[in-house]
T-cell receptor
Framework: DVKVTQSSRYLVKRTGEKVFLECVQD?????MFWYRQDPGLGLRLIYF???????EKGDIPEGYSVSREKKERFSLILESASTNQTSMYLC??????????????FGPGTRLTVL | KQEVTQIPAALSVPEGENLVLNCSFT??????LQWFRQDPGKGLTSLLL?????REQTSGRLNASLDKSSGRSTLYIAASQPGDSATYLC??????????FGRGTSLIVHP
């Protein structure tokens, strides 16, 4: 079975802190994604990566950056956390190159609270 | 821009009923459509993936159909159980890496 793991289930940080969210997948997938999920707004894509060291902005990249130094690991970075970044963060991965990527598999999520 | 709508937003049924969840999309030129379930406070679990060339997929008590021409997919759940209670989301991928998600249908199956 594909497994996508996220470093924390719950995280509480203070405004202005630098926050790292880690995601690891064990199926050698090329593509990895970071979403946030908020009530009433659904899932929104922050960033995705289709290869090591490659990244593309999603719908809401402002205030975030990402890093993919190894194929299995995709990190989301909040440079200076703000209260409006309190949310559920979901990581996903999928196989496939170019336009033919397949089924997405999600991690368990990280509930981040910024005070 | 692709828009994905799921109706109804919420559904409450007694145990044992067969039910249908709907997913509509505005652009029929899709690559695939995926159904997920999400339990409260958890991540998404993949249920079924239908490629654009397929009409349906089945897994256990779940059956998903796809009608690209009308921009619709349905998820059929047979003999519903309390353990099926969750939010069900569909995601449509048109031609980029980025799928478009619906807002989901929140299902409660009561004993």
């Amino acid at each position: 079975d594909v497994k996508v793991t996220q470093s924390s289930r719950y995280l509480v940080k203070r405004t202005g802190e630098k926050v790292f969210l880690e995601c690891v997948q064990d199926m050698d997938h090329e593509n990895m994604f970071w979403y946030r999920q908020d009530p009433g707004l659904g899932l929104r894509l922050i960033y995705f990566s289709y290869d090591v060291k490659m990244k593309e902005k999603g719908d809401i990249p402002e205030g975030y950056s990402v890093s993919r130094e190894k194929k299995e690991r995709f990190s989301l970075i909040l440079e200076s956390a703000s209260t409006n970044q309190t949310s559920m963060y979901l990581c996903a991965s999928s196989s496939g190159r170019g336009m033919s990527y397949n089924e997405q598999f999600f991690g368990p999520g990280t509930r981040l609270t910024v005070l | 821009k692709q828009e994905v709508t799921q109706i109804p937003a919420a559904l409450s049924v007694p145990e044992g009923e067969n039910l249908v969840l709907n997913c509509s999309f505005t652009d029929s030129a899709i690559y695939n459509l995926q159904w997920f379930r999400q339990d409260p406070g958890k991540g998404l679990t993949s249920l079924l993936l239908i490629q654009s060339s397929q009409r349906e997929q089945t897994s256990g008590r779940l059956n998903a159909s796809l009608d690209k021409s009308s921009g619709r997919s349905t998820l059929y759940i047979a003999a519903s159980q309390p353990g099926d209670s969750a939010t069900y989301l569909c995601a449509v991928r048109r031609g980029s890496y980025i799928p478009t998600f619906g807002r989901g249908t929140s299902l409660i199956v009561h004993p």
